[in-house]
């Protein structure tokens, strides 16, 4: 099992700047993929950002030039900067990551998930 726990949530006004931090625990050989999603109030969730174990990114449209993925291998640590913050970027953030469990098994994990409320 996989544990992951969030944190840095919380308010902030329109163009202020947050940190996420999600860290993985527990038994597996490796993490490999970790990503960020979000989900607002009435809407589907969304893949924000994810980052490989070789340090490529991708970015929803939306948060492009605003969010900064990152990550630190030796911690099994992600984090997601986050600038220029807007009132559409409220919603509940969620840490996800792929983990190898044993050499040919991985599984998928989520975090519980932390608030993030832009407002003035």
């Known amino acids: 099992q996989v544990q992951l726990v969030e944190s840095g949530g919380g308010l902030v006004q329109p163009g202020g700047s947050l940190r996420l931090s999600c860290a993985a625990s527990g038994s597996f050989f490796s993490i490999n993929a970790m990503a960020w999603y979000r989900q607002a109030p009435g809407k589907e969730r969304e893949l924000v950002a994810a980052?490989?174990?070789?340090?490529?990114?991708k970015y929803t449209d939306s948060v492009k030039g605003r969010f900064t993925i990152s990550r630190d291998n030796a911690k099994n640590t992600v984090f997601l900067q986050m600038n220029s913050l807007k009132p559409e970027d409220t919603a509940v953030y969620y840490c996800n990551c792929n983990a190898q469990i044993t050499l040919r098994i991985t599984k998928d994990y989520w975090g519980q998930g932390t608030q993030v409320t832009i407002s003035a």
């Open positions: 980052i490989t174990t070789g340090d490529s990114t």
